[in-house]
């Protein structure tokens, strides 16, 4: 069998997906090759109008809208201000795409739906439900 980049992109992707046991759901089709570029440019790929609240060096991050939601985009210089960044902000909940150097929050369809068109890797924020044994989709886009 000839391997090609796409065959890789999706046989990789179903491995992660087999090893990561699919935690949102394991009935959606392979997630595309992670997408790159400017805030702008991912903005474009998931058809939202980016307005934007921060444009730094370092950040630069945009309240988005479309047809499947509302969502923070936010794209950065480094991967560790990336990840910094992530993890300050996952101690106040939320739902989190992340792919090298932008992330997107927002509610779970929105995230998941991003996903299908941006690639990328789903994570989970704090569950700040206040309920024993609870869970759900508490918290929205920041």
């Given at each position: 069998?000839?391997?090609?980049?796409?065959?890789?992109?999706?046989?990789?992707?179903?491995a992660?997906?087999?090893?990561?046991?699919?935690?949102?759901?394991?009935?959606?089709?392979?997630?595309?090759?992670?997408?790159?570029?400017?805030?702008?440019?991912?903005?474009?790929?998931?058809?939202?109008?980016?307005?934007?609240?921060?444009?730094?060096?370092?950040?630069?991050?945009?309240?988005?809208?479309?047809?499947?939601?509302?969502?923070?985009?936010?794209?950065?210089?480094?991967?560790?201000?990336?990840?910094?960044?992530?993890?300050?902000?996952?101690?106040?909940?939320?739902?989190?795409?992340?792919?090298?150097?932008?992330?997107?929050?927002?509610?779970?369809?929105?995230?998941?739906?991003?996903?299908?068109?941006?690639?990328?890797?789903?994570?989970?924020?704090?569950?700040?439900?206040?309920?024993?044994g609870?869970?759900?989709?508490?918290?929205?886009?920041?």
């Open positions: 069998m000839r391997w090609t980049r796409p065959t890789l992109a999706l046989s990789g992707a179903a992660v997906l087999a090893v990561a046991g699919c935690g949102l759901g394991g009935d959606r089709a392979a997630v595309p090759q992670t997408a790159t570029g400017s805030l702008e440019q991912l903005a474009a790929e998931v058809r939202c109008a980016p307005d934007m609240q921060t444009d730094e060096d370092e950040i630069r991050q945009a309240l988005c809208r479309n047809p499947d939601g509302r969502f923070v985009l936010a794209t950065f210089a480094t991967d560790r201000g990336q990840r910094e960044w992530i993890d300050g902000a996952k101690d106040y909940g939320g739902h989190y795409l992340v792919g090298r150097k932008w992330v997107a929050v927002g509610d779970t369809p929105v995230v998941r739906s991003l996903q299908t068109t941006l690639g990328g890797d789903i994570e989970e924020g704090a569950d700040h439900s206040g309920h024993e609870g869970g759900g989709d508490a918290h929205s886009a920041h």
